[in-house]
């Protein structure tokens, strides 16, 4: 992998970037009604909307809008929340570290639950552990976020056990016991979908790496089993595991609004969809440009961790 | 029945997806009650004879409401991805066969599409189309669009190398015979195999937008807006949210594995 | 060396004997039986030949006597014995050390058997840290004693490389290398030459027989060719469905078989020597089709596609001029990516290139140029039976739509055409309303081969048509060809890597090397000192005729 | 001049009682931090526009008007220690409390207050309390202390206009500087000052050790925490360290109020959900229909299924039993029948097929409109309700469609409510019910100052809208909130806009 090819894949991202803030910017510029009037909801009386209007900027024509909204990111500013009078570059920066604590925290346990889950089922194809990995698979897939969170609320939070707080968030330099009771929850419930989809994936790359020649040629040369796996089989079915694993970082990134919504989780699901619903404009650009960013670098990122584990591919 | 579906999971999936067809087109006419009928009396009930499942909060019969919205919840999921995947498959196989410059302008088109991940690329759109169950609908299938055109094309470029094909076009047949009886029919194969594992994804997609109000809306019988709506009411009776969420789990799980079972018998390596 | 010390020790017992050896696979049609009543002994310092085309269950007995079969797999009966152990009665930690000490392996193709993330030394030397329990550096430093055994001139260089970074023919001297390491008592060697192109079959062929004399370890050699077994072995069984049908000392079976199934073997073999092509075409015939100066550049690329992921380009075929008389068959030689498929694609207007193709009086400079009179005139036949039928068409439909797109017959007559052409290559009628996949390679083969003759073409193009087929399919593959070139005095342009195969057919041959054509010659010049060096090279590295060698 | 002093004719809660004189209870104990939760964003802090449901009490912790609504409905002295208004009811005079300041220390004068009303008349500062005050004419500072309102028309019920939740004291300097800055920066006279805002988790106020009320708060901090989830919210409360929870559910009331250690308050209030009915459109043009409609809904049954039983049946007075010039208003008694009658006569005898459209937040609207559809299906409604997005809602429908379900919290004056909705020039005048006798009569109410008078215009006013039907009121909602044992003094007002957190003490344990 040559330096020439990073930058021709950042370019790459640059570009994509580009069409992704142009759809929403015009997708969020047809949205029906405006900031003014969902600040002031039933409240407002039209001159109080047509007030705040002109305070807000939203009587300008959208190119002029769109323009100075990206002259303000080329120069680091994001602008104003239009609906918590605070710059954007805050509130999104806050949720976003939030965001990424949560995600962060369900992204490494996925992968250090699911890859071995997917080793151990691929390994005895066909055995009752096997069976139980392939069940647990198949639920967890079919769970919405939502459905995994209620049932998760009910039986773990909920006033026959009470284990666990449902819902909240304590800032990590607060407490860090707070911290990690108030994440499993969430945490758990991006996970199971992952874990699922993941070590299936594990599976089924794993069981063909272990039907392949080179690990029979492997077997053959006398060698014991745990070399087999480890040496011959694991470097190979990896590859593949980070990039579903990067792939899933855009469900994960997903899933993360319902399951913020859910647990009180200040980041930017939650703020995507309060954004949302209050057409906040500059919020929801300033995400969607996150996100869409935060999931081109993921995508680079597994392509060259991939190519650290593949040689074929490094030097391609 | 392909050996495929005589797996347990293969026929599990079987099972779960007739279930939940019979229950999509004859629900409706099963339920014993008015899915909207208020029973003042006996409000949210666990299950009895009178109410299989129990009742929701206005007394409502949880069985007949599940039954009812089955068709919605259902056909959601067949509904948009049949758009994602048709409109989908025009263009990866227009790419596919034009090449060119013409592809890679797509391409580059669908990669900014696929970089916003799914679910919020679909809130997007269903804000700007202003929540409901059609519009929820329209926004799934908008979303499913760039993964199908991508898995399209990609199996349009793998059978257009094929020997019968290129013989084809050796022979100088019209493009459009060679795009519409040599390609396509064996290009479908990776193209339903993906779309039935996707309603099941759908199915997911618009339950959760009901839940977050912006799909389905009340008084409809929408499983994820049912969730939603018992949420407030999941500590007093349990069934109410257990119910249609469970229901929502089976009929993914059945598409899920009757697609993975589907892929199984279409897959050269499995059938052998 | 101790192992060497021990095993000449019991120089009387046979390193392998397989003794009424049964096996069978449990499908969903029932036990399939695999293997039925083996016998077959390989004497100290012997390379016993096993010879059966696909299916026959050559490796099924390899595997076997490594003990990795599937656990589908029953052993009825029988035993197989390593010097006299019972391979049967050993219990998996026994077996492990066995494997790659006692009993090694050597696969078909190096590609797939050699670990891709892995590097060769590595891949090399674990042997020997587990069988001989050197350090990782001592391994390594015999890892490149071993590999220079093999005549690969910078073994340690080799050791850092990546399968990736080797050739087809360095990988299978790492894979040799592996299988020799630790001086094992027999070698089970499986087609290792089959995945190799022609000139470095030959190189790993004097490999093994170099090794072999040096070290006089046994072998079980596997091969589908008898050609190539002819050269390497001492006794050669011949595999028929699971049985062995004949054994014996090599120039036994070969120069006196006894079985008919041997005799047909080695009839269909090619042999050069037997000429089966049609009538040569008067040496004043007119040039069919001409092709000059033709260059295929891969990889090139719109400006749009360029700015966005440019990819370098290369040349699949450069200046080459080729031409093909009316009723000539003309044989394209080369090996793999010398550019003979890419010279087939383009004379049948599926590739873009430069250069002149000139057919009835018409000069083409273009793939797009190309019109429907020559398309309907140059008919081309592929490679693989499997893929060039579509799988959802039936043979009636495969075959009618040539007729139907060049209007031959009216369409009332389409179906009395279909089974005339269905005849033509040897085919029963009911076949017409068969899918592809109800049909065997060979069979699928005629369709192709009655679908390209449907057009009634002047020139058909076979880009190497026999070479996924078993060798007695090979040759009645190619017996038909000849008749129906013969029946309609179509020209053939008959692309293959397999020279025997061409010298039987061909009238004129063209060597393609590296995208050039090198070398242009009658098929009686071929001994001629004329030839080019690659030509001759290629002449010297085929296997001679099984009948030859003795 | 005449000091106000209005006796209210409604028996008041005794909870509210207990409350308004909270020197009846057992010595308070100092210090401790309240924590509450809330399920809406506190979005802003600008006391002029904002108008979240959590929001309001933090600028009721943080802000003071010149007068606040008490625990007893009627306007109380806040900044302004005393005020009278002049008998034709068109000049007040308010007397400021000596030495108070803001926050930051600066003293807080008559400027401030005459700066914070031109603030609010200002049409270019998006201000939610004009609505009630602008019948305001001048504004000055007659001294330091001494501010004089003079109105453009007489207003017997000033001061409690002045008590509106969004008319807080600003300080001049904050009004003169960048407007923008009140949406973050709180610099009050209130209890309790900011510490720390953030509005995706939690906000936190601490004690003003400088506030005008002797020896109050008790609390020494406020934190506002923020669960959007009803359902985490209340599980948190239930099992968590929250000690109030600032809106129950009435899904939840029931469980929250039998959990031992959690005293739930219910309060009666004046809150309603109303269809909307156009009456320059087909068919709600036709008072029939209306009263049709009206007949077909099982008031009792909504209240039942919907409130949980916690709330009132109203019979579309828009003005509730709390209200002093409410008059005993008809029962309307679910009828299909009779309503099936009316729409008969009204032209519809086969019935009538309509399409209510209800926003989904709260979720009650949706709820009323999906049992109205079924209460209404006897009487030969064909009903079919369509639920969308509040904020597809607020774009598309509110003021805009001719039948759907608006939500309406409780005012604190009769003329405010009659004003928000219903006069023809009404801030939020939706129904297109422009009716000039009624405009008058109301006009006439808020012009005197007798008793007997207001008394009668307000009842004839209510008899004509109950005559014409303008919306249908199907019930009063109750407030409901909750805390824990240890939490005292707390309480809140019907009009759910201040919650007097000042009084609040902790019991140490």
Known sequence: MTLGYLVRRLLAVILVLIVVTFAVFAITMILPGNAAVMILGEYGTDEAVAALERRLGLDKSWYIQYFSWVKGILSGDFGQSLRLSLPVADVVGDAFLNSASLAGIALISVTIIAIPLGVLAAINRGTVADLVIGVFSYIGASMPEFVTA????????????????????????????????????????????????????????????????????????????????????????????????SLDVGYLLGGIIVVEEIFAWPGLGRLLIYALENRDLPVIQAITLLLATVYALSNLISDIIIAILDPRVRYA | MPKAFRTAAGFTGIVLLSLVMTAAFFGPFMAPYDPQAFHPASRLEGPSFAHFLGTDQFGRDLLSRLLHGAPSTIFFGLGSTCIGVGVGSVIGVIAGTAGGWIDSVIMRVLDGLLAVPELLFTLLIVTFLGGGMGQAMLAVAVAFTPGMARIARSSVLSIRTREYVLAAIARGEPSHYVVLREVLPNAVGPIIVESSIRVAFAIMIGATLGFLGLGAQPPSTEWGLMVAEARQFMFRNAWTVAVPGVAIALAAMGFNLFGDALRDSLDPRQSQ | MESTLISSANEQTPVLQVLDYSLSYATKFGALQALKNINLTVEHGQTHGLVGESGSGKSSLALAILRYLPGSATENNGRLLLSGESLRDCTLPQILEIRGRRVSMVFQDPSTSLNPTMRLGDQLSEVFVRHQGLTQQEALEASEAALARTGISRPSEMLRRFPHEASGGEKQRVVIATAFACNPELIIFDEPTTALDILTAKQILELFNQLQGETLISALYISHDLGLVSQVADKVSV????????????????????????????????????????????????????????????????????????????????????????????????????????????????????????????????????????????????????????????????????????????PEKRAGRVEELLEKVRLPIEFADRFPHQLSGGEKQRVAIARAFAAEPKLVICDEITAALDVSVQASVADLLVKLQQQTGTACLFITHDLNLVRQLAHRVCVMHHGRLVDVFQRGEIESSERNSYTRALMEAVPPHASQVL | MFIFNILRRNVLLCMALALALPTFVAAQSNGGTLKISHSTRIATLNPLSLSGPAEYPVIDMAYSGLTRIGPDSQPMPDLAKSWEGSPDATEFTFHLREGVTFHDGTPATSSDVVATYEAILNPDIPSSALSVLNMIDSVEAVDDLTVKFTLSSPFADFPTSTAHANARIISEEALSGDLTKLDTVVNGTGPFKMESYDSARVTRLVRNDNYFSEGKPYLDAVEMHLFPDLAAETTNFLSGDIDVMLLVQQADYARISSTSGINALRVPSGRYVNVVMRFDQPPFDNLKVREALAYAIDRQLLVDLVLEGLGRPGHDNILSPEFKFRIDTPKKNYDPAKAKALLAEAGYPDGISLDLVASNRPAIRAQVAIAIKQMALPAGFDIKVETMPHDTYIANVWKKGNFYMAYWGMQPTEDATFNLLLTSNASYEDTGWKNAKFDELVNAGRSTTIEAERAAAYSEAQELMLKELPYIIPFYEDVLTASKDHVKGYSINPINRYFYLENVWLEKE
């Open chain 3, 239 to 410: 595999l028929k469905a699971g049985e062995i049908v004949e054994s014996g000392p090599r120039s036994e079976v070969f120069g006196s078989p006894r079985e008919q199934y041997t005799k047909a073997l080695l009839g269909s073999l090619p042999n050069p020597k037997n000429w089966l092509g049609a009538t040569e075409p008067p040496p004043k015939a007119q040039a069919l089709i001409s092709a000059e100066a033709i260059t295929v550049e891969y990889g090139r690329q719109s400006r749009v596609g360029q700015l966005l992921s440019p990819k370098p380009t290369h040349r699949g075929a450069q200046d080459v001029d080729l031409k093909v008389l009316q009723g000539e068959l003309v044989g394209l030689v080369g090996e793999s990516g010398s550019g003979k498929s890419t010279i087939a694609k383009v004379l049948s207007g599926l590739q873009d290139f430069d250069g002149v193709i000139r057919f009835s009086n018409k000069n083409f400079v273009s793939r797009s140029k190309i019109d429907r009179n020559y398309r309907r005139n140059v008919q081309i036949v592929f490679q693989h039976p499997d893929a060039s039928l579509n799988p959802r068409q039936r043979v009636h439909e495969i075959l009618s739509r040539p007729l139907k797109l060049y209007d031959i017959v009216p």
């Open chain 1, 150 to 245: 209620t049932l998760l609320l009910l039986f773990l939070a909920g006033p026959a056990l009470g284990l666990l707080p449902a819902g909240g968030f304590v800032a990590l330099t607060e407490s860090v016991g707070g911290f990690a009771s108030h994440v499993i929850l969430p945490a758990t419930t991006l996970g199971l979908i992952l874990t699922a989809h993941i070590s299936r994936q594990v599976r089924s790359e794993m069981s063909e790496v272990l039907s392949s020649d080179y690990i029979r040629a492997a077997r053959l040369k006398g060698l014991r089993e745990r070399r087999v796996i480890r040496r011959h089989a694991l470097p190979n079915s990896l590859a593949p595991a980070v990039a579903v694993i």
